[in-house]
């Protein structure tokens, strides 16, 4: 009975812990700014592209559309007072400038992207730290991360490769029942959809914990792979209430993120309209305005809730780890 009360997790305790921290820690906050970029070490992939052959469609082999098209672009009204001609005719003037911002806005992306990184290693470096007491500061934290961004780089590359192999397999079995009974294909396709989300859920969490050991416990990105399956499987119950809390706490960011553009961009966008029918240079201007307001307001939210759920996280793992197995 003694043992029981000792392994219970306070779950409620721990998120108010983990999103107290940024506002106790003000270097937390900015550390949660700058790993917003990198998007707390998550990765969006496209799958959407367009074929030359489309493009050679639209603009080689339909004359008639094409011609239409640039007639239609030649006839457009003006825009701010500017024809397209003359638009054209600034962006072949100024091509070289143009291609010189653009490749200072990839730079800048990417340098942002790296230094998210550090930024979200840095977090989970200080949190064991400040749960033991130690004095630690926003520099000594991004500078401690930055030991871990290839191995962070490794880990996001061999977790992208174990789900594109498992999306590749249950296509591999799908496509050939498909082509010998599509219904039989169908039936299939809800099981595999099953699979691959159940898949996706719990190597995800192998995933989470993972990070959270090679980072903390400063070791290499292959050898922690065994811990942190063993970590997730021997205490399933808990990792997955954290799981669900971590749930509900995308979902008031969401409801948080909402409520912004709800308070901020509607009646700034309304205003800015209704300025610029009266004065193009005022609706500009209100825009701008509006813009820098909504743009800075995301960036602190999506910071102070990036340093709060990677506190989470380290949390969580810090409290399981805890627990005798």
Do not use: C
Request: net charge positive.
């Amino acid at each position: 009975m003694k043992q029981e009360s000792k392994e219970s997790i306070n779950y409620f305790e721990i998120v108010k812990k983990a999103f107290t921290l940024p506002w106790k820690y003000r270097f937390l906050f900015w550390l949660g700014v700058l790993a917003s970029f990198a998007g707390g070490g998550g990765s969006n992939f496209s799958s959407y592209s367009t074929s030359s052959t489309d493009l050679q469609n639209l603009f080689n082999k339909d004359t008639d559309k094409s011609s239409r098209l640039l007639d239609t672009l030649k006839g457009a009204p003006r825009v701010l007072g500017v024809s397209t001609d003359k638009f054209s005719e600034f962006i072949s003037h100024n091509i070289y400038w143009i291609a010189l911002v653009i490749l200072i806005l990839v730079l800048i992306a990417i340098a942002l992207l790296v230094f998210g990184t550090f930024a979200r290693a840095g977090i989970i470096r200080s949190i064991p730290r400040i749960e033991k007491g130690e004095a630690t500061y926003f520099s000594q934290a991004l500078f401690d991360g930055k030991r871990f961004f290839w191995r962070i780089v490794a880990a996001s590359l061999l977790s992208f490769i174990f789900f594109l192999l498992a999306i590749l397999i249950l296509g591999g079995i799908s496509v050939p029942l498909f082509l010998i009974n599509i219904v039989l294909g169908f039936v299939w396709l809800v099981p595999a959809i099953l699979i691959l989300i159940i898949t996706v859920i719990y190597v995800g969490l192998i995933i989470q914990f993972w990070t959270q050991i090679f980072i903390v416990e400063d070791q290499g990105v292959i050898s922690t792979i065994k811990p942190a399956i063993k970590l997730v499987n021997s205490r399933f119950k808990e990792v997955i209430i954290f799981w669900l809390a971590a749930l509900v706490i995308n979902f008031v960011y969401i409801f948080a993120v909402g409520i912004v553009i709800f308070v901020v961009v509607l009646p700034f966008g309304l205003l800015a309209i209704g300025a610029g029918i009266a004065n193009l240079i005022a609706g500009i201007i209100i825009g701008v305005i509006a813009f820098l307001i909504i743009y800075l307001a995301m960036l602190a939210i999506s910071g102070y809730y990036t340093a709060g759920i990677t506190s989470y996280w380290i949390l969580a793992y810090l409290e399981i780890k805890k627990i005798k197995n």
